[in-house]
Each structure stands twice: as C-alpha cells, then as structure tokens.
C-alpha cells in the first residue's frame, strides 16, 4: 500500500489502523528546510497537525506525495492551490474536534464574566478578593457568532441553554439553514457588534478575515445587556489567530471599552512571555487546545486515517477540501 509520515503525532489507535490497512507508517517531526528540499519525496501521503507547513516550495519537491491528511479543521498551513496543482489530495477531520472546541469556548465565556482566571490569580497571591469579583450571567445577554458552522452552532445549542440571545454573522451559511437553528442572522458584521455584549468567533483565518475583529467594530459594542445589565464587554475566540487585531484588543481592554479577552489562538504561536495581553488582568487564555481532549484526539486520529486510506485507494472522500 502507501509510505506515510506522521510528522505532529497522532493517536496509537490511528496509528494501527494504517498499519492494519496495509501502510508503512513513520512517525516524527521533519525540519522545514529540509521539508523544502524534497524529504517528502519517496512518501505516499503526510499527516499533519498545525506544526508542520506545507506551502508551495514543499509541496513542489515532494515527488510522489499522493495525499495531504490534516488532523483537524483548520487547513492554513497547507497550500491548496499548490496540491491541486501538484495533483496532490487534501483531507481533514472537521467534525472530529467539534464537541471540545464547543466545551471550551463555553468554559472561556464562563470563565469571563465570572472572573475564574482573575480570581485564580488574586488567591494564589494570597488576595481573598471576594467583595470586589462581582460578575455577572449569561442568561439574558446577547451572544454573537461570527461564522455559525457546526462548533458555532454547538455553542450556541448550550448559551440557549443558558438563556441567551443568539445572532450570528456568516454569509456563507444558507438562508434555508438558518432559518431553522433558532439564530437572528445579521448581513452586516458591524451589526453583530451593535447588538451584542459577548462575540465569540468561529471562521476559518483568511485574508478576508484577518483582522475582521478590530479597533472601529469593537468601539461599537454597547457593554449593556439585552436584559438591561451593564455587563461589559466580552470577546472570545477558540477558533484561528489573526481574525482578531490583538494589538487593537489590548488597547481596548486598556481603555475599557473591552471587560475581557479570552483566546485560545494567536497571531503568532506559541507565545511570547512578554506579549501584552499576558500582562493584562482583563485577558486569560490557554495555548491553543481546542482540540486537545482525550476523546478528540482519538477521534481525529482514526477520521484522518480513515480519509488518508480511503485517498489512497482511489476513492472519494468526503471531506477533501480541495477539488
């Protein structure tokens, strides 16, 4: 069958399940430069995480790659007009990451407004804080998407749950969708921003998304919630770095037009000690583990596995992302 390399892990279970369909299977990081020299050549398919880039130059010297397996959503560190050029293949695990990146958004937005993190930090400095940690509910704000896919939509099946409102911005998604998940659809995402006291992000990273979140659309929240309550603002993000302008949201946490920030992805990763937004008690996040569960892991690993072999034996697969 095929030569595989499996260069940012992948679960034992997925693993064995190649090698049982009949591949050779190598596990390990490459070097990018010498990823740019051809060390994919000799190689049937690559499975990657989000550590490893393949863009044009590596996809051009890579004699004999058949398919490019993505283990998750996300596929931006892959160069897709490259693949196709290169007759190259691309699949991913959409669906495998859903339900952990849905449980961690909600924890993010929770962990907001009820001060987990500030807290956190104030008992482990010997602080007992409780006068001044005032919060305040979900239930009876207003909670808007930008982008409303699956994860989107999973998160807000629990903020009803919760008692919120729901908007959402995507111009992608069908009106015929829509029209049945409950959701005040907005075709102008400053619209979003007008009526929403919490924004939470869920689209892909492009160049039309990059920076989508910024200085203007943030001055325009109102910090007042539908019920009445003056709730701040909250901005969450589990979904890619670079949709959000951070240098633009540390300045709004400075001025207090933002209550809190909470991300789970950068613009440049991992990072630094000294960013900003680290030193700033409005701010927590976490190093980018939407997907890193147990549960998702093993998930991811076995749907990739299974897209990676069924490419290779010539058949369709579902979620190639390229055509």
């Known amino acids: 069958m095929g030569r595989i390399a499996v260069t940012d892990g992948m679960a034992p279970q997925a693993i064995n399940r190649l090698i049982e369909a009949g591949h050779e299977v190598i596990e390990g990081s490459i070097e990018a430069n010498l990823l740019e020299v051809g060390a994919l050549s000799g190689f049937d398919a690559i499975i990657i995480r989000s550590a490893t880039i ?4 590596v ?22 007009d490259a693949a196709t050029a290169n007759d190259v293949v691309v699949v991913n695990a959409p669906r495998a990451s859903t339900q952990s990146v849905v449980e961690l958004t909600i924890a993010h937005l929770l962990s907001s407004v009820r001060k987990v993190a500030v807290c956190d930090r104030g008992l482990r400095e010997g602080k007992w804080e409780k006068k001044l940690m005032k919060g305040t509910e979900l239930s009876g704000k207003a909670l808007g998407f930008i982008g409303f896919g699956r994860i989107a939509q999973g998160v807000a099946d629990i903020a009803t749950a919760f008692g919120m409102e ?4 995507d111009p992608y998604l069908p009106a015929k969708v829509s029209r049945g998940l409950g959701v005040r659809m907005h075709a102008d995402v400053d619209d979003l921003f007008r009526m929403c ?21 943030l001055a325009l ?10 709730c701040g603002n909250h901005l969450v993000n589990c979904a890619r770095g670079g949709i959000i302008d951070e240098e633009a949201a540390f300045m709004a946490l400075e001025k207090g037009t933002l209550s809190t920030l909470a991300l789970d992805v950068f613009e440049n990763e991992p990072v ?6 680290l ?37 369709k697969v579902d979620t190639q992302v390229n055509r």
């Open 54 to 57: 393949l863009d044009a130059s």
């Open 197 to 217: 006291t919490h924004i939470t992000v869920h689209c892909n990273f492009s160049e039309e998304t990059r920076h989508l979140v910024n200085a203007d659309r």
């Open 272 to 277: 630094e000690s000294d960013h900003p937004l």
């Open 279 to 315: 030193q700033h008690p409005g701010f927590h996040g976490t190093p980018h583990i939407g997907a890193a569960t147990l549960e998702a892991q093993v998930r991811v690993g076995l749907d990739i596995a299974d897209a990676v072999d069924a490419a290779l034996r010539g058949e």
């Open 59 to 80: 996809i051009g010297s890579s004699k004999g790659l058949k398919v490019i397996g993505r283990a998750g959503v996300g596929v931006d560190n892959i160069d897709l």
């Open 221 to 230: 929240m109102t910090g007042r919630g539908a019920d009445g309550v003056h």
């Open 166 to 169: 729901i908007h959402a911005y």
